[in-house]
């Protein structure tokens, strides 16, 4: 008997894709890890289809304001680009029918990406797809309705065979739903058939470990709304509990899961321990497009055995020109300039370098240390928008050497990931799902100084190619342990070595591209995707 694996039809459900900065239905990692999927798809020939919403209002535009805080913005954005499939599909939404145009994009050298709009002329309710992740949880259900259920009937309506259903995060988990409705509807299966049937084509990627992240809804708001789609109560109460939880009904709606690093596959599978009828929970870890994230000249550089420091160089300058331009701030290029770009979360610590002043202060008035920090909060997180606060403070304390970048983009991420010295990470430990940011800098020898969480397990080996701060088990005086080993290796193993030992800094820098450029790379993540995920085996 010979077992073989055929390549599977694939559609890809998320709620945001990070294509490029002028196309603005994305929100953060998610979205980005999103669009690079899509792209490595199209660049490997896969038979992938995306399915998302084209997010009117955007995330947020925010900006900080004269008092030194974020405030939001939200412009409505019209594209220019957006094929027409003469697609209309129809979900039935607190009792009104919601018309959902269905666009292609595939400008960005990605695979197919069929987007779902509600701003179609005599809806009812047009903004459902205006503001991403916006206003509260009966907007946030509707939205969630329309990327899953009406995901299904639009590719129905475009006629595209489906083998895999991916959900990429718990926001789609609505469109199981729907693929069991039609097996009851239309294959006169009885629910427990529907079921079994529709978790051989489902498989689910959770990411965030942080329960809050994991969204949730009460079961009257999911009546009310429409959600139930043909199911009763007790079926839904089977699949995602009390309150329904989306990520317990992804775990119970798919065949087989996934964590996105291999210490959060861990983290994950004791995160939902208790949850009867899940699914395994494998590790596959996150990666980023090359053609995006990594810098030509750097990878020439590094491919040719030319002068990887010249290359650095050049690309570090062009982003102290930028933020000179976006800010007025002129800093040094020869002085280390270290990057922390990501959401402001409590959990990911964006000011604890700053936590002992008399001991990190000195460096930063003197110049000997630089640092660029970018990132925003959600509009409703007030301790997100505290902590972008706190940076902005610091701004102003230090302010030829610490830098804020407002509304935080794509444009910002590539220049800061390419033209930083050293990318710091460090959030609480294992509260970082993956941590994307750092394998693009490590593609261009942008050397990571990160806690041993997400990705960096897999990658570090300490000052061979990066290094690492903290240690692996939980402290009780967690935040004042970390901050102290992040100042004894960094003042007394990278600044030094950044002074004195280019030769060797440089050797590092080949060290990091050689580790990261293909195992931490989506090419290789849809690799695995296909042949642990979508593939089932047949004889």
Not at 270 to 287: F, P, Q, R
Request: hydrophobic share 35%.
């Amino acid at each position: 008997m010979i077992v073989k694996k055929k390549m599977p039809r694939v559609a890809y459900f998320c709620m945001e894709y990070g294509l490029h900065e002028e196309f603005k239905i994305y929100a953060g990692g998610l979205g980005i890890l999103a669009g690079d999927h899509m792209k490595s798809a199209k660049d490997g020939e896969y038979p992938l289809v995306g399915i998302g919403l084209l997010w009117r209002a955007g995330y947020t535009s925010q900006r900080i304001g004269p008092d030194g805080k974020p405030y939001d913005c939200y412009p409505w954005y019209e594209y220019d680009f957006l094929k027409e499939t003469g697609i209309t599909v129809t979900v039935r939404i607190r009792g009104r029918k919601i018309k959902c145009k269905v666009w292609l994009v595939d400008k960005y050298g990605n695979a197919p990406l069929y987007l779902l709009d509600t701003n179609v002329p005599g809806n009812p309710d047009p903004l459902i797809t205006g503001q991403l992740y916006g206003w509260f949880g009966e907007e946030r259900g509707a939205q969630e309705m329309v990327l899953g259920i009406g995901g299904i009937r639009a590719l129905r309506e475009l006629g595209i065979e489906v083998d895999t259903y991916h959900f990429n995060e718990g926001h789609a988990a609505l469109a199981g739903m729907e693929l069991i409705r039609e097996k009851m509807d239309e294959e006169d299966m009885t629910f427990e058939e529907a079921w079994a049937k529709t978790r051989e084509e489902i498989v689910f990627t959770t990411h965030t470990p942080i329960p809050e992240g994991n969204e949730a809804h009460d079961h009257e708001l999911l009546k009310y709304l429409g959600a139930y789609n043909g199911l009763t109560h007790g079926q839904m109460l089977r699949i995602g509990g009390e309150p329904f939880n989306m990520t317990v009904a992804g775990l119970r709606l798919s065949r087989i899961a996934n964590g996105v690093a291999q210490l959060h596959k861990e983290t994950a599978k004791n995160m939902w321990k208790d949850v009867d009828n899940a699914s395994e929970i494998l590790g596959i870890t996150n990666g980023v497009h090359p053609g995006t994230w990594q810098d030509e000249r750097i990878m020439q550089a590094y491919r040719k055995g030319e002068d990887l420091w010249e290359a650095h160089t050049a690309v570090k300058k062009e982003l102290i020109e930028e933020v000179h331009h976006r800010t007025g701030v002129k800093l040094d290029a020869d002085a280390m300039l270290i990057g922390f770009a990501r959401r402001a979360a409590a959990y990911k610590r964006s000011d604890l370098i700053f936590a002992k002043p008399d001991v990190i202060g000195s460096y930063f008035e003197t110049g000997k240390l630089q640092i660029i920090f970018s990132g925003k909060a959600h509009p409703n997180d007030p301790v997100g928008k505290k902590i972008v606060s706190n940076l902005i403070a610091a701004s102003k304390q230090y302010p030829n050497s610490v830098v804020f970048l407002e509304d935080y983009d794509m444009k910002i991420g590539r220049l800061l990931t390419r033209g930083c010295d050293i990318w710091l990470n460090n959030p609480i430990r294992p509260l970082e799902a993956s941590g994307t940011s750092g394998m693009k800098a490590a593609m261009n020898g942008v050397l990571n100084c990160s806690i041993l969480d997400g990705w960096w397990p897999e990658g570090c080996a300490h000052g061979v190619n990066g290094w690492k701060i903290g240690e692996e088990q939980p402290r009780e005086d967690q935040d004042e342990f970390d901050v102290d080993s992040l100042y004894k290796v960094l003042l007394e193993e990278i600044l030094p070595l950044y002074e004195n030992g280019r030769s060797s800094w440089v050797k590092m820098m080949k060290e990091s591209i050689k580790m990261s450029h293909w195992q931490f790379s989506s090419d290789r993540m849809l690799e695995e995707y296909f042949d642990l995920m979508y593939a089932k085996e047949e004889e």
